[in-house]
């Protein structure tokens, strides 16, 4: 290029420059309309627990002065629990501030997710590193059963300490998000980081020799069991993805719901496994706790698998209890819709991108560069 061209195309650099500027202030006002427009859903939405909850009071009032439930009473008590399910998936759609923890660990940085398709995604990594990470435990504990190495040993703990640490962080962003997560499956993991951190520093002393066998099969099991929940976890992701995009759901959700209860049935014996398992850690520590040489770490790491075992026992109780309820196949119902409507917003943002480029494609044709 000489001078007179470089001059040329600058100029006509200055035209696509003054595009860019507009397209920019449309996208900040825009912006701006957004933000607008979540502090005014956010607004509604509390209209509407605040009215729901005016509505359930009465109700509840009307059924202690022993009025009988009519079909009225019945339909709108349904028509409430449905509200609240959308309300759910509308509130998924909103920005959310960040949890205490993500707080002090992130600081104010926004985690929120408002796409579903992304939200799928981050599950479906979370779910992913979950496997990974359980695969390299199983592979290290299982050299650990053969090698009596004590820098191995400490690999491994060190290890689940990180991996604990790290999925407390994921579920904390995955509630922020909307995720249903019960809030012991996430104690769970905090618990377990301060039983692998209290591992780590276990002397090597006889106890440990003692425990140290339980303690690998132990790990070996459960990276097993978390394999199965992969298996289950990503098999309910995958198919309420695929419900949502069909069109007639109510004869599929029966599939799916036949299908989840035969996942379960195959996963429930294997936790409950390594429930017992966890029981007969506490046990065989409490009893090592006895010797001579047993330190601080024996008696707390006792009371803290008994824990485990016992809130893991109720809590799985509790999941079952309630999945046996009427409720539970509306709830997929409207996970799977959820993904249907987002599917949908998303072919339309596209068709809006397609027939942008197509007007400004066709303006070029018009105004050929000169
Ligand atoms: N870890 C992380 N997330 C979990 C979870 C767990 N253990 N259990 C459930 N969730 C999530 C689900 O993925 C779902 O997320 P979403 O709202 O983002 O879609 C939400 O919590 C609600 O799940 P729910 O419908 O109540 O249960 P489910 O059918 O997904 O799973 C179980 C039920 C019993 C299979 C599951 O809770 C589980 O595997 N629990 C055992 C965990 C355990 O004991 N681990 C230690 C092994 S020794």
New binding site residues.
Partial sequence: MDIEECMKEWQDLLTDYKRLETINKDYATKLEEVGELQAACVKELNHQRYRMSVINGALKRLEKKGLTKDERVANLEKEIMKRKAMLHEIEATLPKQNSLYLRIILGNVNVSILNKNDKFKY?DEYEKFKLILSAIAFVLAVANLYINFRPLQLILIFLLVWYYCTLTIR?SI?KVN?????GW??M?HFISTVVAGILLIWPQNTPWNEFRHTFMWFIAY?SV??YM?FR??SG??YR?KALGARHNMDITIEGFHSW?WRG?SY??PF?FG??I??LYIAYTLYHISYHPEATWQVSYLAVLFLILHSC?MY??LQ??K??GKSGLKLRYRL?AIAYRLSNEIAVLVCLDCLHKLHRTWSLKQLVPKT
Avoid: A, C, D, P
Wanted: hydrophobic content about 45%.
């Fill in positions: 599950k579920e995955l909307g995720s249903r997560i019960k499956w996430r769970h459960i069991v978390q929940q289950y976890q309910v992701l309420l989840m379960l996963l429930l936790l390594g429930y398992f966890q893991n809590t799985i999941v079952l309630k999945k996970r």
